[in-house]
């Protein structure tokens, strides 16, 4: 069974500040998404990583995939209110590598 | 934007009875997926669905749930007999065929609740 540990689970920080939220597993992915719920509604794709390495970036959210595609980082500069959320990485694998095993996520809030 | 949509965006039904959940994937997407997410728990996937078959289902599709895509449009989850434990929010997925590029985007999600 392939897991996805995501870390921290909460996180509590001031508008400005910085923060990274990471997602590691022991299993090789083919790409990794990273989504962002909120409650009730179904996951919003932030991106997708597929190559080892890979480094994306979204206006102030830096995604990097690792090396080995086994982990990945979410990184957020200068936090404002309206990045509170729950974030969510999702690797995919399967037999079509179709298939996504998610994290637990990370409820982000941000205060003012 | 194109956009996978859902129906019933709540559904309540006592244990025992049939449900069907609905959902319009992106229209030219080829692979289509439901995942359900207990509450406070993670999504979990269910099924994978390409060229009208079940591509791959997880230990949780057992023999009470079916999918079916009924027309060009629909895709349909069908739990046969509820049991309490189903209840959960139910999300369809779709995505195109683009290799290694797995990027699945999701529904709004049906709230199913099991009474």
């Known amino acids: 069974t392939q897991l996805l540990e995501q870390s921290p689970q909460f996180l509590s920080i001031q508008e400005g500040e910085n923060l990274t939220v990471y997602c590691n597993s022991s299993?090789?992915?083919?790409?990794l998404q990273w989504y962002r719920q909120e409650p009730g509604e179904g996951p919003v794709l932030l991106v997708t990583v597929v190559t080892g390495g890979e480094v994306k970036k979204l206006k102030r959210l830096t995604f990097q995939f690792g090396d080995a595609r086994k982990d990945s980082s979410l990184h957020i500069t200068a936090a404002q209110p309206g990045d509170t959320g729950l974030y969510l990485c999702a690797g995919a694998s399967g037999s079509s590598g179709s298939r996504l095993t998610f994290g637990e996520g990370t409820q982000l809030t941000v205060n003012p | 934007e194109p956009e996978v949509t859902q129906t019933p965006s709540h559904q309540v039904t006592q244990m025992g009875q049939e449900v069907i959940l609905r959902c319009v994937p992106i229209s030219n997407h080829l692979y289509f997926y439901w995942y359900r997410q207990i509450l406070g728990q993670k999504v979990e996937f269910l099924v994978s669905f390409y060229n009208n078959e079940i591509s791959e289902k997880s230990e949780i599709f057992d023999d009470q749930f079916s999918v079916e895509r009924p027309d060009g449009s629909n895709f349909t989850l069908k739990i046969r007999s509820t049991k309490l434990e189903d209840s959960a929010m139910y999300f369809c997925?779709?995505?195109?065929?683009?290799?290694?590029?797995?990027?699945?985007?999701f529904g709004q999600g049906t709230r199913l609740t099991v009474v």
């Open positions: 299993s090789v992915f083919s790409s």
């Open positions: 997925a779709s995505r195109q065929d683009r290799g290694r590029i797995t990027e699945a985007f």
